[in-house]
T-cell receptor
């Protein structure tokens, strides 16, 4: 079954805790992206990666970290430095041509 | 700052009517344009992509692009209640052929009334 798998669907973070959101794809796409969406707003880019072992900051990278150790996986860590982490987090993938991005089902993160 | 602006909603149309959604963008060099539909609580799904000036039709959906006016629109013909969703305009403001660094508008909420 091809696609983009994000897990977990819901996640709760305690004060001072780091949490990691998973994104796995079997589409053989080179590029992967993390977005954050707040209620009633569009998507804002956190980080993106075009190739294994390389990634770039997006518009709102502060308080987040990523890794790209293999092509299929692009996990996002929300660190304790991110003071307002409550949001809907979306992972997307695309090829490196003019192909559009496609999204996983998202992870909803809340603070306990 | 690179921006994508969408007409503020919510937009309500009766079933069977044409819904018109508009989007303007700030970067004149933008090459790729996308419309996504997002149902409440769900992730965005791609409806249309358009790269050249003019119209592109796919079923009940038509995307229109005017690069000189920095304007892209989405028309939905014969609107159905199932079209009720938020529509996101996304513009690639990076180099063509590079990873798609999309800038999203804040979305227009469409309600189709039965």
């Amino acid at each position: 079954d091809g696609g983009i798998t994000q897990s977990p669907k819901y996640l709760f973070r305690k004060e001072g805790q780091n949490v990691t959101l998973s994104c796995e794809q079997n589409l053989n796409h080179d590029a992967m992206y993390w977005y954050r969406q707040d209620p009633g707003q569009g998507l804002r880019l956190i980080y993106y990666s075009q190739i294994v072992n390389d990634f770039q900051k997006g518009d709102i990278a502060e308080g987040y970290s990523v890794s790209r150790e293999k092509k299929e996986s692009f996990p996002l860590t929300v660190t304790s430095a991110q003071k307002n982490p409550t949001a809907f987090y979306l992972c997307a993938t695309s090829g490196l041509s003019d192909e559009p991005q496609h999204f996983g089902d998202g992870t909803r993160l809340s603070i306990l | 700052q690179k921006e994508v602006e969408q007409n503020s909603g919510p937009l309500s149309v009766p079933e069977g009517a044409i819904a018109s959604l508009n989007c303007t963008y700030s970067d004149r060099g933008s090459q790729s344009f996308f419309w996504y539909r997002q149902y409440s609580g769900k992730s965005p799904e791609l409806i249309m992509s358009i790269y050249s000036n003019g119209d592109k039709e796919d079923g009940r959906f038509t995307a229109q692009l005017n690069k000189a006016s920095q304007y892209v629109s989405l028309l939905i013909r014969d609107s159905q209640p199932s079209d009720s969703a938020t529509y996101l305009c996304a513009v690639n403001m990076g180099e063509r052929g590079s990873a798609r660094q999309l800038t999203f508008g804040s979305g227009t909420q469409l309600t189709v009334l039965p």
